[in-house]
Structures are given as structure tokens and as C-alpha cells.
């Protein structure tokens, strides 16, 4: 008889994961509560923000409670329903959990989604999910790129990244990415089209500033920031006058006990940049226009994002390190149906 | 035979600056070059800002070149001139020096003043000079505060502190004030109107942020950040959704030379605030109409802005100091003649 896998927090990590904090348990299969559903998880969608969803500290979601599997957004089919805006057999998308089945109650972040209409389901959530929207939005909204500015992505070979150079090209930027190695870094030329690559790896901050000087001469107008740490730093001492700073990821801080933040904070003063601090969930009302542009562009042959789509529930917890060792490239998915 | 007096800056400050990085020498009077003007200064302006431009960083101005005087925005009378703008005997500010008198050239910030319209000549170097300016745009302009909204003031007992408490009362906030040691708590309440005052000293993050969330129990809407540091730390703890924080000084940080920077970033994004690095000089073309307004408050009893006038060009270092100490309250200004 099937069973229930769910990959548990059981203890909240001191920096890097390690395997003890997670365990892996077999439960029955849910059945749904009244008005509620029961979603068959096919594709999980694993994010540098679940690290900070395990940590006990304020944030904009409340934490992982420890015993609960870890929240994910997980695209899968409805297998049992006692709502009728939901049939069993429709495919759906929503902030579930690393789990085979997940409970899910409407008013939630639940939505159907036409499978029909994409190369694969994880595309909900890659380029027409969260990653392409944060991009889109981020950049576009947040950023206020201008044709002929320059805008500077840090981790521009990851999912969001790679969309947000390829949108900046769209409207007319010059874009610079900064990656880790050297195949990253021929990636963001030859597959996103990136104007100029730099690679951070074995750099001090200020040889690091100094290439991002050479590669953006009159400053960045735009940085899209999903690094953080040592990298943000050597960005900062790169500003054009009045430059957005999109505050999208901090990456390199979320196994760190010791945060870093913003070191040379002086940098957004003396330039009179302005830091947004940006969340895709502020957007809700606006992610149809951002699916249909991400579509229309992905339809166009104008942008590419790619998935790195590991498999097996009783992988996840390699899967999700991936993220932090720079394994991956493109969207990292959990394929565990 | 009268000379001029000059406090140079003869060695880059490590730290907290010391005796022995400035020099007062005598020099003869200069005359006017082609085309511009001597200006016998009578009072200097004595700024926080000032300890950024002795370091050799980037920033919004070059630093100040070692053997020469320290750069000070200065009122005074003009002394002599070559400019047909310009007749000596007529009171001007501008960015000069401290020195007893300064070569000034159009074109910079050199202008006439009417002292006859004020109680001191010194209120150009606060109320209606960069102090009640930055207090008025910084806080109307980048934090955009609504009524019935929260404000969060760093150094609320100094000169732009003060202020910026008095214009968020009159534009119906609640403000609650953060200074060092209970008598200048006391004066936030008494003198300037704020709603709380907190005392930072002796306090760490958790337990200033705690006081602070008594203070501000929906969070701060709009955080005006004179100090950086654990304060800062503390009140970025305290962000409301969208909350507004204008950077307009890091005080804490200017002698330390490890840098702290914003520490806690994350809460900028998990709360998707937005940080505004804010100068005055971004406003030049809208000086009238600030200085008009706060001129408009004096007058109608709704601001004060004290000043903390200390004395004689021999006591530049001592007086500079202050800044540091926490000794001075209000405006901080050296009268030189």
C-alpha cells in the first residue's frame, strides 16, 4: 500500500545543513480535510529561502516548525479532493512540502495550472513560476532599468539570474554577470548573452571591484544582488549615482552564523543609491502579466532559463545542497513522481 | 598685522582622530584670485560629515588633501573680492574651511546671506542651512512619512535628529526618539515634542530592540538613521512591511575601522523595505523652497534647533570632538571671529 514519505526538519541547522538535521518518515496518505484537498506532489522546487525558513529568526514567513517536512513549492496533481473548485486528476501548483502528498486548504497559495502548455510541469517553477516572476519583477519594477544602463547580477549563472541578464538585454542594458568558475562564467556569455562575465572565485574584494570596474567603467545604474557577503561589498564600490540596488538573495550569508549584511553600507550613502528590498509575493496581482511577458519571451526563442531537475524524494537532502556548493545550474527541481 | 589662521589635516586619522593629525599654522592673508573672492569666515560648521572626507575612501567627495585645512561650510563676511558679484562688507556661506579666511571661487557653493533676518548668522549653518534642509527632505522627500505612521529617529538629540522629530510631528506621525544617556532623552520629550524616547546606552541589540518594539509596537514605518551600527541593528529588528529608512549618517562608524555596515540586512528584504542613501546636495535646485518652509515653522513657535556655538579657531579639535562624545546637543558650530 502507498505511503507518505515526507522529509522532516527535526532540528534547525547551525549553519551548513548537515543530514541529522533532516529525517526521512513514512506517514499514511492524508485525506482531505473539510473544504480542503490532497495534492500527489510531482515536482519539488528547492530555494536558497528554504534555509532561511529552517532558521529560527524573524523573517517575512514564520520558520519550519521543527517536526513538520520542509515547506516547498511543489507542483503535483490533485489526488483527492473535498473542495469543488478542485477535481481529483488536475494539475496544480502551491506552497506545499518536501512530501509525496500534501494537504493543501483554499485561500492558500493553490492555483491550477495548464500542463498542457509547457515543455514540462516544473516549469511552474522556473520560468513561469517564482524564478522567471522575480526576475521579471525584480528587475523591471524594482530596478527601473533604463536603455543603456549598466546592471550588475551576482550569482548570474542561477535560475533568477540568468533570467534577469537575459531580461536586461531585452530592454536594452548593458549586462554584467558575476559567477563562480570559469565554465559558469563562458555560460553567461554564449548561453544568456550576457555583455561581460567575471568570476569571483579565489578573489579578495578588491581585486574582485577592480575587474567589475574594468567591465562596468561608468558604474552599475542597476545591481541585482542574489549573493550577498564579499561579492555585494565589491559591487558597492562599483555604484553609478543614484543606482537601484534590487536586494533579491543573500545566498552566501544563509549557512553563515555570523551575517556579514552590508559591510560597506557608506558605498549606498556616498552614491545615493536606494536598496529595495524585493519579494516576489508583493506582486501577486500582477503574476499573470509577468507568466504571459516570460511566456511570450520563452516562446520567442528570447530567454532561456534552465533546470537542473534531480530525482528521488529520498535525495533531497543532496538535491537541496546543491544549491550551496554551486553544483547546479538553472532552476534546481526535486523530481519525486 | 592680522594672519590667517588655518587648522590643517596633516595626517590621515586611524581611527578616532587625534591631536596630532592637524596643525594650526599662520599664513598671510590671501588676496583674490581672478575673478573671485576672500571671505573672512566667523563661524564654522562642524559636521560628522567632516570625518569621512579626511579618510582616503571613495565617496561623495574627494578626500581632503593632507597639508591642506579641513573643509568646512563657513559664514562670513566677505573680505575681499574680484567678482562683481560679490562686494566686501556682504555676509556669504559656502563650503571653505577652517581657517580665518578662505579663497572662494563662483561657480561653488558661495552665497549671500541675509543675517539680518536671523538671530545669529549661525542659524545658516542649521535651521536654514544643511541641518534643517536634510531634516526637510530627507525625511518629506525619501521617507515619505504618511499620517498616523510610525518614525524611528537615530541621534535624535543632535541637530538634524531634532528636527526631523519636530517636522514628523507637524506632519501628524507618531516619532519615537533614540539618544545616549537620560538627559537627552529628556529633551526629546520636553523640548523637541517626540512621543518616546529611548536610551541606547548600555543597552545590546536584543534589549534595545526590545524597547524599541515597546515604543513602536506596529513597527516603524519610516526609520531616519543618523548613527548606524548596533543601533541600527537594533531598529532594523523593528521594520514595519515597506518600511522607509533614510540614510543620511553613520556616526557610530566613522573613527572604527572595521566597518559594520547594516548587519542585519536580511530584515531589509524580509520586510521589503527600502534604504535611501540621502545627501543634501541632491536638492540644490529646491533650497528656496525647504529653507523657506522651516523659516515659516521657527517663526510660527512649531521647530527649534538648538545650537552648541563653542569658541576660537584654536579650539577646532576639541570642539570637532565633540561630535564624538556625545558632548555636544544641537548644532555643532565653532565661532572663529
Redesign the interface.
Known sequence: MAANRRFLLVRRPQGTPVPEDFELVSADIPAPPSGGIVVRNHYVSLDPAQR?WMDD????MPPIPLGDPVRATTVGIVHASDNPDFTPGQWVMGLNAIEDYSVAMPGGFTMPVDVAAVASPSNFLSALGAVGLTAYFGLLEAGKPQPGETILVSGAAGAVGSAVGQIGKIVGCRVVGIAGGPDKCRRLIEDYGFDAAIDYKGKDVETLAAEIAKAAPDGANVVFENV?GMVMEAEL?NLALHARIV????IS?YNSEE?????????????????????IA?YADRFAEGGAKMAQWLAEGKMRIDEDVQEGLENAYDAFMRLFSGANTGKLVLKIA
Chains 1, 2 share one sequence.
Request: net charge positive; charged share 20%; aromatic share 12%.
Open positions: 532561511g529568526a524573524p523573517s517575512y550577498g564600490f536586494l533579491c538573495g543573500l550569508e551575517k556579514i549584511g552590508m559591510r560597506n553600507l557608506w558605498q549606498v550613502l556616498a552614491r545615493r543609491a536606494v536598496v529595495h528590498g524585493f519579494l508583493d
